[in-house]
């Protein structure tokens, strides 16, 4: 016992030792200097990269103590979205740390989702709507189209292991979260929903989405349309096979065994691609939502995802190539809803579940197709056009068109129609 007694006091006195200490000393890395070097960069008069300068309205909210810049803060925010590099790439430029990028990127698209998310993630009025239909069934051929539904899946490198079962789905090697999203023909998503928990697939996450909640709460607009000569009271969505048969979603033929199901699979087809095209330009867009999710909370990667969408949505308003203007001074109509579990709200909802209403809208939309294929309509005037007339692209287009045609008329030299003349002679 005395043995034992002493060998644990000298364990305790060995512990109680002072040691070293091995952290890292904290480094000084001169992030005035990197402010400086962006500033010189970007965002001065005479800055290098003069295509990519910002614009700055007002400067007062550079002023402060000598921290790291908000000027530093979502420049790295925005580069870490564009090009999905990690948090350790930016030191040797901006003179930050891994912690402060990530964070930073974090409270910058959290700060996006509560500033501009009411305006760029807002759904469709009555005028919006009469102007999808509108476009839409001159670039289609679909009355009453809304755009097209479907989902893509952002890999998450990062998932905690108690939560891989759920977000782990048979088809993917690694875990996921699935993005449910509509879009338009000009790449606009009117809808997205992201981050549920669960191996979702595109049929049992409308089980979770709010896309169908305001006609179950009768609370959308009613803008009524005609296919083939019978009225209809809400538009509608496009969609692929694997959706189920809703009175909201027109689906394509497996097997079309007539002329007519075959030009209509043809333009559902071609027209259901508007949202794969959309996924495509926000990936191209936003790298990092190409690469694996390096975050370990979900309510962070909604930030980042919906901080994407409202980007990209931003970026075409900018480009005047949206359908519809977003107008401040419009007044909505104040539509007063029913309540969950009514009479009324299990009536609306049989009414979207109804197949029978499904297979009539897409039996008169193949009518409407096939009759548009064979007397095609009229085309869009320039006020309908997405593009505006000054933009750039169409001049370039106009001069190539008179560039070939000088270079068609120089290739006729007098020589060569001398020798059809002889040809034509002999």
Excluded at 313 to 337: D, F, K, S, W
């Amino acid at each position: 016992m005395a043995k034992t007694g002493a060998y644990y006091q000298n364990r305790l006195g060995e512990t109680s030792r002072a040691r070293p200490n091995l952290r890292n000393p904290l480094l000084r890395k001169n992030h005035e200097t990197g402010h400086g070097r962006l500033i010189e960069d970007y965002f001065a008069d005479d800055a290098v990269y003069a295509k990519a300068a910002f614009h700055i309205s007002n400067g007062k909210w550079m002023q402060g103590e000598k921290s790291f810049s908000l000027i530093q803060k979502w420049t790295t925010s925005i580069r870490q979205l564009a090009y999905g590099m990690g948090t350790d790439k930016w030191d040797d430029y901006f003179r930050m740390s891994e912690r402060t990028v990530r964070d930073s990127m974090y409270k910058f698209c959290k700060a996006i989702c509560l500033v501009y998310g009411q305006r760029y993630l807002c759904k469709p009025t009555i005028n919006d709507i009469h102007q999808l239909y509108t476009v839409h069934e001159g670039k289609h051929g679909f009355p009453g189209m809304l755009g097209s539904i479907n989902c893509m899946h952002w890999s998450w490198s990062l998932c905690p292991n108690a939560w891989r079962g759920q977000y782990m789905r048979g088809n993917h090697k690694e875990s996921t979260i699935i993005l449910e999203a509509i879009a338009s023909h000009d790449l606009w998503i009117w809808h997205a929903f992201f981050g549920p928990a669960g191996a979702y697939n595109d049929i049992n996450v409308l089980d979770k989405s709010s896309v169908f909640n305001d006609i179950y709460l009768r609370k959308s607009h009613d803008v009524p349309f005609q296919a083939n000569g019978v009225a209809y009271k809400h538009g509608y969505y496009l969609t692929d096979g694997i959706y189920p048969p809703l009175s909201i979603f027109v689906k394509s033929f497996t097997c079309p065994n007539d002329l007519k199901r075959k030009k209509f699979k043809e333009a559902q087809k071609s027209a259901r691609k508007d949202v794969e095209r959309a996924f495509c330009v926000l990936k191209r867009r936003w790298q990092v939502v190409t690469v694996g999710a390096r975050s370990y909370e979900v309510k962070r990667l909604q930030h980042v995802m919906y901080a994407c969408i409202i980007l990209h949505n931003m970026i075409l308003e900018v480009e005047r190539r949206v359908i519809c203007r977003y107008n401040e001074n419009e007044v909505l109509p104040n539509i007063e809803g029913v309540a969950v579990g009514t009479q009324e709200y299990r009536v609306n909802r049989r009414k979207v579940h109804n197949r029978d209403l499904h297979q009539t809208l897409r039996a008169d939309l193949v009518e409407h197709i096939y009759r548009a294929h064979i007397q095609p309509p009229h085309e869009l005037s320039h006020d309908d056009d997405l593009f505006d007339e000054s933009d750039e692209d169409s001049d370039m287009f106009v001069e190539s068109e008179d560039s070939d045609e000088e270079s068609d008329a120089g290739e006729n030299d007098p020589d060569d129609q001398g020798e059809d003349e002889d040809d034509d002679s002999e």
